[in-house]
Each structure stands twice: as structure tokens, then as C-alpha cells.
């Protein structure tokens, strides 16, 4: 006859600790469940509590919501920080004012990310100084911090990293890596000339992540002038096509607002007064 051993539900036996070892356990406790926001500010929200009289599931909910947020916001920050921005640029920051041509509404609707989960491309199409590697840097911080994988490249930048890549017979490898990120955001496309082969290994990528992940783009030239990066007529307009093809073109205009800022700092609050 085999007898079968019962397994305790019950509660742990309460220890009746003193508020010293309570504090100590608890600090114990969160190092071994790796929750540092409850260790650094249990003491503190616990203080809160008694003094709001709050219950206990209230004071555990505020405790694990700390945690959660931190957590996410810490997330958030590997995110941006793996995206290789080269600089910090916010929505926040973006002056919509000095920037006529770009409508506010479609920008905001743009930061919720839809485009990004439906795998869709954005082109930011302008002279420089007008704000295009703004909002491109903004807009791939916004999918950062809503947990999408963001990697921005400039396009030299990119082109150069798949002929090295080719000539030691990794492309595939360097092309799957660039496939996976959720968006890929590529900087000052047009600013230089694209021999041939360069412009066909952009165009793996870019064809590797047709309507699976979004590319966005920033360029200083048209369409209509991209033949001056692109030579060969019928690859540009192939890119062309992936690049726009159900998405979105913001045009930021030919005025640039970085140049007229730096006038109107040159001026000074006197030559400013007079005009």
C-alpha cells in the first residue's frame, strides 16, 4: 500500500518580524527576485502608505507598478540606446510653427506606430536644415519606447557596411540582421552618388523588408532627382517603389528654419526689436 504525501496551500507562517528585520528581509528578498525599484523605494511608498492609510492590496499594486514602469522604462532606454541615434531628438521639441509645411496631425497620428506594426515605409523629403533627421530620429524614438526594434544608419553609412559585407561573403548574414529590426530608419539618402553595385545592395535590404518591417527614410532630393544617387534608371525607380509604395511622405519644404534660427540668434534682441 502506498501512501501519498499531502502538499501544504497554506500561507508561510507568519514571522512576527520587527520593522528593522522587516526592512532588511525586504531588501534581502528583492535582491534575490532582482526587483530593484521595490528595494530602492519600498521604505519610502511604505511611509506613504500608513500615512494614506492605504490597504494592504493597494500598497502591494503601487509597489508592483513601480516595478512594472521602471522596468519599462529601462527597456524603453535599451531600446533608443541599440537604435544608434546619434543624437537625442523629440516630438517635444519640434517646432511646429517655424515648420509650416509639416501638419501637425499627421506627425501626432505617426507617433502612435500603427505604420511600424503594419510594416509600412515613410519617406521625409526636404532641403537641409528644414528638419527632416528631426522627426526621423523623433519618430524612430517614439517606436523605440513603444517596443518596437529600431536601428537607423546613415546611407553611406549602410551601403559601405554591405560592399564589406559582400566581399567577405556575409551579405546574407549582414541583410538577415537588418531584416529583423521592426524599423529601419535611413539617413541623408541622396546626399552622395551610388555606384551600381551599392545601389543594388541597398535595394536587398530595402526588398528583404518589403511589406514585412518599415524603412524610413530622410532625403534632401525629390523623387524625381534621386536618379542623380541611384544612375540606373530602372533600379531607381524600383527603390522608389518600395520606398513609397501604401505609406506615408512628409515634405518638409525648401526653408530652412536651423539657418533663419541662427540669423535671428546673430541678430540680437536690439536688431530683433526693430524689425
Not at 178 to 190: H, K, N, T
Not at 242 to 248: K, M
Not at 252 to 261: H, N, W
Request: contains cysteine; charged residues 25%.
Amino acid at each position: 500500500m502506498t501512501t501519498t504525501t499531502a502538499v501544504s496551500t497554506s500561507l508561510p507562517h507568519r514571522r512576527g518580524l520587527t520593522e528593522q528585520a522587516s526592512d532588511a528581509a525586504v531588501e534581502q528578498a528583492c535582491r534575490m527576485l532582482r526587483l530593484p525599484t521595490i528595494r530602492a523605494n519600498f521604505a519610502e511608498l511604505a511611509d506613504e502608505a500608513a500615512a494614506e492609510q492605504m490597504s494592504y492590496r493597494g500598497f502591494l499594486a503601487e509597489l508592483l507598478m513601480a516595478e512594472c514602469d521602471d522596468r519599462a522604462r529601462r527597456r524603453a532606454a535599451r531600446r533608443i540606446k541599440g537604435a544608434g541615434f546619434p543624437r537625442d531628438k523629440s516630438l517635444r521639441a519640434w517646432d511646429f510653427d517655424a515648420n509650416p509645411h509639416v501638419d501637425a496631425a499627421t506627425v501626432h497620428t505617426l507617433a502612435k506606430c500603427e505604420w511600424v506594426r503594419k510594416g509600412l515605409p515613410l519617406c521625409l523629403i526636404g532641403d537641409s536644415g528644414t528638419g527632416k533627421s528631426h522627426l526621423l530620429i523623433a519618430l524612430g524614438t517614439e517606436a523605440a519606447m513603444a517596443g518596437y526594434r529600431v536601428k537607423y544608419t546613415l546611407a553611406t553609412k549602410l551601403v559601405n557596411e554591405l560592399v564589406e559585407a559582400s566581399d567577405d561573403k556575409q551579405l546574407s548574414k549582414t541583410i538577415a540582421r537588418y531584416g529583423r529590426v521592426d524599423l529601419l530608419c535611413i539617413d541623408e539618402l541622396g546626399y552622395m552618388e551610388l555606384d551600381r553595385r551599392g545601389a543594388e545592395l541597398l535595394f536587398q535590404v530595402l526588398t528583404e523588408r518589403e511589406e514585412k518591417a518599415s524603412v524610413a527614410i530622410a532625403s534632401n532630393e525629390s523623387f524625381s532627382g534621386w536618379t542623380k544617387t541611384f544612375t540606373d534608371p530602372r533600379l531607381c525607380a524600383a527603390i522608389v517603389d518600395r520606398l513609397t509604395f501604401g505609406g506615408n511622405i512628409i515634405e518638409t519644404g525648401t526653408d530652412s528654419f536651423r539657418l533663419a534660427q541662427t540669423r535671428t540668434k546673430a541678430a540680437g534682441p536690439a536688431d530683433n526689436a526693430s524689425i
